[in-house]
C-alpha cells in the first residue's frame, strides 16, 4: 500500500504481520531536491479500511535508484530494527541519526552519501553492519558501538573522518579497506584486544600524524595494512614491546616506534619497596605477591628480571 509521509514523498510498504500491525518500507518516490526524508514510525492503509502499521523495516533498495535526488536530512524513526542492503545508496543525503531500536544494517546501505556530515554514532543496539555500510560518506567523526567486536570490509572506505579515531575495548578485528582513504584522519587509537587488521585497512591514511595501540602481541596483519602512510610519525606501543613491533610484518617498516610509559598501570602492594631513590651503581627491589619482576630503563631497555626466592616473594 501507498502512504504519504509528512515531509511529501509517496511510500510503499508491504505488510509483515497483521497482529501486531506491522510493515516493511519497500519503495520511496523522493520528492524535491532539499527536502528532508522523514520516514514515519506508523504507516496508514488506507486501501480498503484505514489501519495504521508500525515501521519496523526498510527493504533492501528501497531508495537506490534515485542517485543524489534526495539532498535532506535522513530522519529513521525508533520503531526501525532492521535497513536492508543499498537502502540509500548514492542519495546525497546530508545528515543522519540512527534510532535506538535499530539492530541491523545492510551491505552498502548509506554508501556513498558524501554530503553527510558531522558524527556518526551507531547505537548500542546494533548487532550486525554488512560490508561497506557507510563506504564514501563525511562523517567527520565514528562512535563504534562497544559490542560490535568486528568492523567489516570497507566500512568506513573514503570517509572524511578528522581528528582522532579511537575503537573502543572489545574490537578484536578490523576488516579489508575498512578504513582506506580516510586522508583527513589526524590520529588513530587502537585497543588492547585487537587481534588482527586486514589488508590495506588504512591505506592511503595519508594525515595520520600519530598512532597509539594498546595490544601487547601485535595484532596479525600484512605488510600492506599502512600503504602510503608516513612511516616517521610516532607509533605508541604498550611498555617492553617495542622490540616486538619493530620485528612485526606490519608494523617494522615505521621507524618511530615508542614504548609508552603511559601504559604501565600503577599497581598499589604494600610489600613493594625499590632503594636506594635515587639510583647510584646498584637498584635493590623487595615484593610481596609476585612470582618476577622485570626493570626496563627510561629508554625501554630490558635490564634484568629477578625471579621470587620464596613463592610469591621478589
Not at 28 to 53: C, H, K, W
Not at 235 to 240: A, E, L, N, R, T
Amino acid at each position: 500500500f501507498a502512504s504519504k509521509c509528512s515531509s511529501g514523498q509517496t511510500l510503499y510498504y508491504k505488510i509483515l504481520s497483521s497482529n501486531p500491525p506491522q510493515a516493511e518500507l519497500v519503495y520511496g518516490v523522493p520528492a524535491m531536491q532539499s527536502i528532508d526524508l522523514i520516514i514515519p514510525e506508523m504507516a496508514a492503509d488506507t486501501t480498503n479500511t484505514f489501519r495504521l502499521y508500525e515501521v519496523v523495516s526498510i527493504a533492501d533498495g528501497a531508495f537506490d535508484s534515485y542517485y543524489g535526488e534526495e539532498t535532506g536530512a535522513l530522519v529513521i524513526p525508533n520503531t526501525v530494527l532492521s535497513i536492508g542492503s543499498r537502502a540509500f545508496y548514492y542519495m546525497s543525503l546530508t545528515s543522519l541519526s540512527l534510532p535506538e531500536s535499530l539492530e541491523s544494517i545492510g551491505s552498502e546501505a548509506f554508501a556513498y552519501n558524501s554530503n553527510m556530515t558531522g558524527p556518526l554514532v551507531i547505537p548500542q543496539s546494533v548487532a550486525s553492519i554488512g560490508q561497506g555500510a557507510f563506504t564514501g560518506c563525511g562523517f567527520s567523526s565514528l562512535d563504534w558501538p562497544a559490542q560490535m567486536t568486528e568492523i567489516p570490509k570497507s566500512c568506513f572506505y573514503g570517509c572524511r573522518f578528522q581528528g582522532t579515531l579511537s575503537l573502543p575495548e572489545e574490537v578484536t578485528e578490523i576488516g579489508i579497506d575498512a578504513f582506506g582513504i580516510c586522508q583527513e584522519l589526524m590520529g588513530l587509537e587502537l585497543p588492547s584486544t585487537l587481534t588482527s587488521i586486514g589488508d590495506m585497512a588504512f591505506v592511503a591514511c595519508s594525515g595520520l600524524t600519530f598512532i597509539k595501540i594498546d595490544a601487547v602481541t601485535p595484532p596479525y596483519s600484512p605488510s600492506s595494512v599502512f600503504v602510503d602512510v608516513d612511516k616517521s610519525i610516532p607509533v605508541y606501543v604498550p611498555y617492553g614491546t617495542k622490540q616486538l613491533y619493530e620485528e612485526d610484518p606490519a608494523w617494522k617498516y615505521f621507524t618511530n616506534i615508542i614504548d609508552d610509559p603511559d601504559s604501565v598501570e600503577e599497581v598499589e602492594n604494600e610489600g613493594f619497596e625499590i632503594y636506594p631513590n635515587p639510583v647510584a651503581d646498584q637498584l635493590h627491589v623487595s615484593c610481596q605477591g609476585l612470582n618476577s619482576v622485570t626493570v626496563y630503563d627510561v629508554q625501554g631497555r630490558k635490564i634484568n628480571t629477578v625471579k621470587a626466592e620464596n613463592e610469591n616473594a621478589c
